[in-house]
T-cell receptor
């Protein structure tokens, strides 16, 4: 499979717990993006990597959120001390210089 | 700043009839515009894109969109709806620049009745 892979597909966690999501982009794509999609809304930009460098972060990405892309390959998105408002679909996308390929997303439910 | 407004949150059509999903954009320069489709439990799929070439853009599955600068519109159409077209559709503008991040509309849920 040469698409963008995200794991897990679904995550249910209790409020206050930490969660980590993983994204495996298309191998030759140097750009990687994270978006968040809440119910009834379009996806919103969270952060952008070019290779291993995190070049832009949205104001939506509070201090409880951290993203990494070690060695410019896979990426992880961690949410600490989850809140109910964090419940959403978290989408990863990768891109060469132009054009996106999205993964199927990780759906987070905070109870 | 760039933005898009999708004028209908829900559209319902009968199978075999035309589809029209409306989108207006706001941009301070010539925009790159896209339509994406999202089927339940599946990733976002690119239907078509406009990048300042031809104003009538043809996409996959028989969809097309026309860029009208005078109306700041980028409506999505299909001559004949199929049951498999039922999904959520997003109009999207790119912010351009080094990041090339996408700014999504709120989506239009298309229902296709038999």
């Amino acid at each position: 499979d040469t698409g963008v892979s995200q794991n897990p597909r679904h995550k249910i966690t209790k409020r206050g717990q930490n969660v980590t999501f993983r994204c495996d982009p298309i191998s030759e794509h140097n750009r990687l993006y994270w978006y968040r999609q809440t119910l009834g809304q379009g996806p919103e930009f969270l952060t952008y990597f070019q290779n291993e460098a995190q070049l832009e972060k949205s104001r939506l990405l509070s201090d409880r959120f951290s993203a990494e892309r070690p060695k410019g390959s896979f990426s992880t998105l961690e949410i600490q001390r989850t809140e109910q408002g964090d419940s959403a679909m978290y989408l990863c996308a990768s891109s060469p210089e132009y054009g996106y390929t999205f993964g199927s997303g990780t759906r987070l439910t905070v109870v | 700043a760039q933005s898009v407004t999708q004028l209908d949150s829900h559209v319902s059509v009968s199978e075999g009839t035309p589809v029209l999903l409306r989108c207006n954009y706001s941009s301070s320069y010539s925009p790159s515009l896209f339509w994406y489709v999202q089927h339940p439990n599946k990733g976002l799929q690119l239907l078509l894109k406009y990048t300042s070439a031809a104003t009538l853009v043809k996409g996959i599955n028989g969809f097309e969109a026309e860029f009208k600068k005078s109306e700041t519109s980028f409506h999505l159409t299909k001559p004949s709806a199929h049951m498999s077209d039922a999904a959520e559709y997003f109009c999207v503008v790119s912010n351009g620049g080094a990041t090339n991040k996408l700014i999504f509309g709120t989506g239009t849920l298309l229902a296709v009745q038999p």
